[in-house]
């Protein structure tokens, strides 16, 4: 049966309003201001203040914890807005290299609207060397944009976080602790801290006197016993002494941490659900050795690069001298994202890539290794 859709009046008077749009336009055009439109507005004067993407800084201090840790203090040229827990990338050239690395922000929000931010580095890998060794107060560098979703959100986590930090994972919460300290953020925070031996433990003088009703520590020592300190691992029992299993749980890391830790939480009744984790760098493969050819395109240049298969992409442009888009390093943020022409790659651990970049035949250079001679389009950095 075929429906028959009624006539009504306001529909022809619609009709006849949309005919005579044109001429409703123009009047309204020769009716308007000549005055020109502003060039700013204050929604985009704060915007550029809370974000002021790449900046210029110049290394301030430097605060050596041990043998293989230091925490590098930046003068920024503007004030910039981030949340405890996130990172940015820190930019220079070693060599012929232009080199970015993301490092986890330890210094306090507050600080950060001050103009100052400080990230603490453990002595591992090519730029991570490079700072601990070479780098120098007066030295300027650039600092990325804050990034990263590794923070307390109050709409979705309980509003007592239990984190648990390996080795140089203390950073982001240090962070928080101190946010906690200073009113930045309103939650209760117990913090299990594990390493190796006492002289591992970065920021404990600090940590303890950051220690309130809102804040606790634990710290966890696996080789040697030291007074103050459990002996041992983070295991469920140890959990089951100091906190609940119904709390958000925020870990930060190495993978073989993670991957311990989650089987006692587990074990303790903890929603993996609930459960965080701060993605890691990406690193060497143990493949043998092989050397392929990257044809890479960025805008209207062409360059010819060398890549080492135990490596990533984005490592050999890098090494390569040339300005390519990095943050993560981890393939999740995506900013890295390249139109894959030709060639074959293997990914470190899971696909984290969008389901368009899927669709449409691009690839995270930070977490791709080569498996041929490749040909990409890559974003200027």
Known sequence: MAYRFKRKLFGFMDLLKFKHMTDVRRTKLQEGSSKPLPKTYRVNETAKILHPGTQWATLSEITTHNSDTKTYTFDLTSPVFFRAGQYVTVRAKVGDSLVARPYAISSSPMQGLNKKLSVTVKKAGFFSNYLYDNAKVGDKMEIGDPSGEFYYESITDTNHILAIAGGSGITPFYSLAQSIA??????????IYGAKTASDLVFKAELDKLVSDKFNVVYVLSEEEHEGCEKGVITKELLSKYTQNCYTTMLCGS????????????????????????????????????????????????????????????????R????????????????????????KFSLAGADKRRLADLKFGYIHPCCSYPDSDMELIVPLG
């Open 182 to 191: 200073d009113g930045t953020e309103d939650c209760t925070l117990t913090l």
């Open 255 to 318: 993978n073989g941490m993670y991957k311990f830790v989650d089987n006692e939480l587990k074990e303790f009744g903890v929603n993996m659900s609930k459960v965080k984790h701060e993605p890691n760098c990406v690193g060497l493969r143990d493949v043998e050795e092989k050397t392929f050819t990257i044809t890479v395109h960025i805008r209207d240049k062409k360059y010819t690069v060398k890549a080492n298969n135990r490596e990533t992409i984005l490592v050999a442009m890098e």
């Open 320 to 343: 390569a001298g040339l300005s390519v888009p990095s943050k993560c390093r981890a393939g999740g943020c995506g900013f890295c994202h390249s139109k894959l022409v030709s060639g």
